[in-house]
């Protein structure tokens, strides 16, 4: 990789020359892989146990407790797997594990990812909510929120709304009203040099002016959106200061709200660049760098790419409770303006009749249901008013009614705990039935008994099918075949 004389005299002005050679050496270097766990289907040690000796696992990445490192092998790729696609571990740059990792995300919270897509930061947020609270995913791109959908589907969310609006559409509307909104900005992407060199020709175009722009607008519309009490987790995968502590400093001068929480340092894990004491930035105080807090990931001082992070949280309390089934400060449920929408008043007969047949219990008890066209749909949070909003998902889909009768999403089957199916084919996750499976095909199963059945491997469900008399039918969407 062959770094500008420009990339090389800026970096150089802010890392000094030494540094900057080791930093230059590092990229010579080939670049780590890493992929978290999805704890609402399996426990990091649990998914360690499982993919031993069928991916080169490594050491947990020191700053997420249930990422891994892992070797590439050619021959067992973990995105072209059986258990990737039962959604029990998600693909991700170990530096991009850190910002979502150390939001401080609790159970019940309302948690909003202002540009989410592809999902990874959405997928932990909702690992840490554990099937509670209220998570809203937005990408303000389409193509980039359909991503992020299909990826909290296979990753079973049952508590998510997913948007695709601009941050200024959802403060209209929202209000003060989330404990944590993640903000992973738009960036110049230096941290992306090695392992994206399309982002170093960007680089050389663009700069970071654009970059900056976007960034002023998405963490004032970031503030609108937090309660007091709550917190801004804001990232990016540059090194650029400006966009980095300038920004964040520029943010606590226009939001005075707000004050820097320190962030943990483990594995290699720098702090922020000493850009102004307070006294010199026009804050009083002792002249003590806040910037400290902040946190640097550096390639050749860790094992990952570079990143930038800031939590940044609001002082006052606002004296809301929430819970799983009523988040008492919701916007205002579906109305009357919503004529697409039905709200129902009780359990769906429907999904009664599913579950008496073909599952070992109610789901989604206490949940609110409405119905869109055919489609049925569970929210375990208080509906929410989407009137002019993109919304492409509000809670769960559960499927689609027929003459009375379900049939059940691949969202409603991959958001069941694997011990919810009466009925389960389990298939080598390595043989050729699994492979035959995942490309739609009909399998023929002639010992097992009529009805739904869930296809798993090591217990865990990839999707469903309805037998009849030994053969099969592939519930497997198209939109999701593929060849493993």
């Known amino acids: 990789m062959e770094l500008s004389t420009a990339y090389t005299a800026k970096l150089t002005a802010l890392i000094g020359e030494d540094e900057f050679k080791k930093y230059e050496a590092q990229l010579k270097l080939p670049c780590v892989h890493g992929l978290r766990a999805n704890r609402l289907k399996i426990s990091a040690d649990e998914l360690k146990r499982l993919l031993d000796g069928n991916i080169r696992i490594g050491d947990t990445v020191p700053w997420c407790d249930d990422g891994y490192y892992f070797d590439i092998d050619p021959d067992k790729m973990p995105g072209r797997m059986a258990y990737y696609l039962a959604g029990l571990y998600y693909i991700q740059e170990p530096s991009a594990m850190y910002p979502a990792a150390n939001a401080l995300i609790k159970p019940g919270e309302r948690v909003l990812d202002l540009c989410a897509a592809p999902g990874g930061k959405s997928l932990r947020a909702a690992s840490d909510l554990g099937g509670c609270g209220f998570l809203v995913s937005n990408d303000i791109s389409a193509s980039r929120a359909g991503t992020l959908l299909y990826n909290l589907e296979l990753g079973g969310v049952p508590n998510a709304m997913v948007t695709n609006c601009s941050p200024a559409e959802l403060a209209e509307r929202f209000g003060e009203f989330f404990d944590v909104v993640l903000v992973d900005a738009p960036c110049s992407g230096e941290g992306m040099f090695r392992k994206d060199p399309d982002a170093l020709q960007s680089w050389e175009k663009y700069k970071s002016d654009k970059c900056i722009e976007m960034q002023r607008d998405i963490l004032k519309s970031a503030a609108g959106l937090v309660r007091p009490g709550g917190r801004i987790m804001y990232s990016t995968c540059t090194f650029d200061r400006g966009e980095d502590e300038e920004m964040v400093n520029e943010f606590l001068q ?76 919701a916007p205002s449920a579906l109305n009357s303006k919503c004529q697409s929408y039905r709200l129902l008043k009780q359990y769906p007969e429907e999904l009664k009749s599913f579950a008496s047949q073909n599952l070992t219990c109610s789901p989604l008890a206490g949940a609110s249901f409405y119905v869109m066209g055919q489609n049925l749909y569970a929210c375990t949070f208080a509906p929410v008013n989407i009137d002019r909003l993109k919304v492409l998902r509000m809670g769960l889909l559960i499927g689609e009614i027929n003459y009375g009768k379900l049939k059940p999403s691949q969202h409603f089957i991959m958001s069941l705990s694997n011990d919810a199916f009466i009925r389960k084919l389990e298939l080598d996750p390595f043989g050729e039935d699994v492979k035959r499976y995942l490309r739609g095909e009909t399998l023929y199963v002639p010992d097992a008994p009529d009805g739904f059945t869930a296809v798993c491997v090591n217990g865990y469900q990839l999707g469903g099918g309805e037998v009849k008399n030994g053969a099969l039918k592939n519930l497997y969407p198209k939109g999701w075949r593929r060849v493993i």
């Open 254 to 329: 226009l939001s005075p709200d707000f004050t820097l929480a320190e962030l943990p340092k483990a594995g290699g894990v720098a702090d922020g660049i000493d850009l102004l004491s307070d006294i010199e930035s026009g804050v009083s105080g002792s002249g003590v760098n806040r910037f400290k807090y902040c946190a640097r990931l550096w390639p050749h001082k860790l094992k990952g790419e570079g990143q930038f992070a800031a939590l940044m949280v609001r002082s006052g309390v606002d004296g809301v409770t929430s819970s799983n089934n009523d988040l008492v400060s």
